[in-house]
């Protein structure tokens, strides 16, 4: 058995080194060491043999199979290092790579920082983000903001309309409605959002851009706490010596309603109003058609007032930034994108 055992070490041995692939190599694993294999069979063997001889024998079968197994292992990471060496014939690795253009680590989009900005102002003052439906009902667009039906916004050429008379929506006061549907006063929230208008893409207007939304509803809240609000969030993004104009005019679901302009060193044009946001007291008829849809009383107008506000946080990105042209936003272009 000594003899038999010597010469089937070395023909696995000899068959594992002549193997060409790892197919080979998998047929010589089973020819030896399976379950039919050769050793396995001369192993059986072993119950035949004398007491002396057994432990001797033993010893050496665990031998070979120790000695056939390494060789199996060793061509095998050979095989695989010929494989490697294989693929990457060929490949030049002296070649310079392709160098990661504008390297660093990205940033944020610049509406997204000023989104992100804005947010922490306004939760410093209490008020809790509330979101809403892009695709939205006509009633929650227009309707419920005192919005009538042959309002200029609700025409065919400005909006975007589903088949099933829904529609995108055309600025995020939708979620003033949405907010007050679902909670009861007081009300303080934000909603930052997308809005959809069917414009003429240009310079200053695209189809699809950001707005902010704010609305806050209680017993006794005046158009001292609206002026206070905004001046001070428009303080802290665009400096201390920001001066206001609250221009009257006329939104339907605010009474009275006001455009905001500002004067600030920090955008360079001293000399020159900018118009920056749009802004009200709720209008106790806006209250009234959330009641009705509640089918309770709970944002009495008799008890309680609001104020609402709204602007485009790409105009506001712009003016921050000096940026000409709105369409630099979503053009996706490096060169732009990586000054932020
Ligand atoms: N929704 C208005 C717009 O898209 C902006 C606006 C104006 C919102 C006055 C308000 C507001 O909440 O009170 O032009």
């Given at each position: 058995m000594d003899a038999q055992l010597d010469q089937l070490r070395d023909e696995a041995i000899a068959a594992i080194a002549a193997a060409a692939d790892e197919t080979a190599l998998d047929l010589a694993r089973v020819k030896f060491l399976g379950q039919q294999g050769s050793l396995t069979t001369l192993s059986k063997g072993m119950k035949d043999l004398s007491k002396e001889d057994k432990p001797r024998i033993g010893k050496l079968l665990n031998d070979v199979r120790n000695a056939v197994t390494a060789a199996l292992d060793i061509r095998k990471a050979a095989l695989l290092a010929d494989a490697d060496k294989a693929a990457f014939a060929?490949?030049?690795?002296t070649l310079p790579g392709t160098a990661v253009s504008f390297a660093g680590k990205g940033s944020l989009h610049p509406i997204t920082q000023l989104l992100d900005r804005t947010t922490a102002i306004f939760r410093r003052m209490g008020f809790a983000l509330a979101d809403g439906p892009d695709i939205e009902t006509e009633w929650h667009c227009f309707d419920a903001l005192n919005t009538p039906a042959d309002h200029p916004a609700r025409n065919e050429q400005d909006t975007f309309y589903f088949p099933d008379g829904r529609l995108l929506r055309t600025h995020t006061s939708t979620v003033q409605i949405r907010t007050m549907e679902k909670a009861a006063p007081p009300v303080r929230i934000i909603a930052p959002g997308a809005a959809y208008r069917r414009d003429e893409i240009d310079a200053t207007h695209l189809a699809q851009f950001t707005q902010m939304e704010g609305l806050y509803v209680d017993e006794g809240v005046s158009v001292a706490d609206l002026k206070g609000t905004l001046e001070f969030f428009f303080r802290e993004l665009f400096g201390n010596d920001a001066k206001f104009r609250f221009r009257p005019h006329f939104f339907p679901f605010t009474e009275p309603s006001y455009e905001v302009d500002i004067k600030t060193s920090m955008l360079g044009a001293t000399d020159r109003w900018l118009e920056i946001a749009g802004c009200g007291m709720v209008d106790p008829s806006v209250l009234e058609a959330v009641n009705t849809k509640r089918g309770d009383?709970?944002?009495?107008p008799e008890k309680y007032t609001g104020f609402a506000f709204g602007f485009g946080l790409d105009r506001l990105a712009m003016l921050l930034s000096g940026?000409?042209?709105?369409r630099y936003f979503t053009n996706n272009d490096q060169r732009f994108l990586a000054q932020f």
């Open positions: 060929g490949v030049d690795v009383r709970a944002f009495d940026t000409p042209d709105i």
